[in-house]
């Protein structure tokens, strides 16, 4: 392989010049071949918008063709749709008047000191204290005792508590107060003094059970009364050829077979970009998508208990079944969103009659998995024949 005839390299000048398009192993061995590193990152970014300006070929999208995948539907009657909030929202089957009342994880110090209350990654209220002095503090007003009335009716005004009425949230609101004088000997003085912190815990408590509800109705709805849930044809969603609104482009060393003639919201390194670099270079991808985050009419997604879930890469192979693709680093330390995330994807190919294929990728010593199920899936429709 040579790249003699590609370049040529004026010393005088201290200049590079691409005088026609490299191939991918030519572009990698000329970059491999500077020691500087602030020249390797200029060659690198000027081979990939030479190669874009040089572009001979047309991206699939431009040549007119269609790239459409399922996605996970409900039917209902003879009609499908793909599956939203709106259908977990009229699956719930919880109120807050009834939800649990332990605010295990409320203390008061014995120091004026303030407190930061956060949920953890486990789903658990977690309380820390702020060394005195800190702004926080500002949210402990010491006042005289008020009664319970009076602060279940402060409280019940302290916070945003959309889609509950006032009726659901007095009662719970009651309940907790009571838990914490009857069962755990807090007077209505501390708690009147303390009423800051006290809002920001039960606030945190009240989106704890909703997510817990939401997870719920996922589980009944999706998994365990499931005859209504389909990936089939019926439903699908198109990627349109002329909207793919990116945020910023990619620039970078060639990734072929994107359907688009752009790559959005892709930096040029870091470990998604591995990634895209591997699924660009598999054989038997016939084209792929850097799927968008919140774009729903442009981009394919699946609804989980909280949001939607944007998949990172969507892919179709050259047997015509689709592949979606997340990546997450090995690092990233939201494993119940991850988790749920993984099995709705594995939901959506289970449930596709083996016409698509998910992969959850964590870290970059798991990419193997990318090649392995595409050929597999290759090797699989010559066995058919």
């Excluded at 990936?231 to 002329?242: G, K, N, R």
């Excluded at 793919?244 to 040029?268: A, K, Q, S, W």
């Excluded at 792929?288 to 774009?295: C, H, T, Y």
Aim: aromatic residues 10%; hydrophobic residues 35%; glycine residues 6%.
């Amino acid at each position: 392989m040579t790249v003699i005839n590609a370049v040529t390299l004026d010393r005088e000048n201290q200049t590079l010049t691409i005088e026609r398009p490299l191939s991918e192993e030519q572009a990698i061995a000329l970059t491999a071949s500077l020691t500087d590193e602030t020249n390797k990152a200029a060659v690198s970014e000027a081979l990939g918008m030479h190669r874009q300006s040089v572009r001979q070929e047309k991206s699939p999208s431009e040549l007119g063709e269609v790239f459409e995948i399922p996605v996970l539907a409900l039917k209902q009657g003879d009609f499908f749709h793909q599956f939203e909030a709106d259908d977990l929202s009229d699956h719930i089957d919880w109120t807050l008047s009834d939800g649990n009342a332990d605010l295990t994880g409320f203390v008061v110090p014995d120091e004026k000191r303030g407190i930061k209350i956060d949920i953890t990654d486990a789903e658990k209220l977690k309380q820390d204290f702020i060394p005195a002095g800190d702004a926080q503090l500002q949210l402990l007003q010491i006042s005289k005792e008020w009664p319970v009335g009076e602060l279940v009716y402060w409280l019940d005004r302290s916070f945003v508590h959309r889609g509950l009425t006032q009726a659901e949230t007095g009662v719970y609101l009651n309940r907790v107060v009571g838990k914490l004088i009857d069962d755990r000997g807090f007077s209505a003085e501390t708690l009147t003094a303390h009423r800051h912190r006290l809002s920001k815990a039960i606030e945190a408590k009240i989106k704890l059970l909703e997510k817990e509800a939401k997870r719920k109705a996922l589980e009944e709805l999706l998994f365990v009364d499931d005859s209504n849930v389909f990936v089939d044809a019926a439903a699908t969603h198109l990627f349109s050829p002329y909207k793919y609104p990116y945020t910023y482009r990619y620039e970078g060393l060639p990734l072929p077979h994107h359907f688009y003639p752009v790559i959005g919201n892709l930096h040029n390194k870091g470990e998604e970009y591995q990634c895209a670099r591997t699924i660009a270079n598999t054989k038997g991808i016939k084209t792929w998508i850097r799927n968008l985050s919140g774009e729903p009419e442009a981009s394919f997604w699946i609804q989980t208990s909280t949001d939607k879930f944007y998949p990172d890469f969507v892919c179709k192979l050259t047997n015509g079944k689709n592949l979606v693709v997340e990546y997450k680093a090995a690092s990233y330390g939201d494993k119940a969103d991850t988790d749920e995330k993984e099995r709705l994807g594995q939901l959506w190919a289970a449930r596709s009659n083996g016409a698509c294929l998910f992969l959850m990728i964590r870290g970059t010593q798991e990419l193997g998995k990318i090649s392995d199920v595409v050929s597999k899936s290759i090797a699989e429709q010559f066995k058919l024949r």
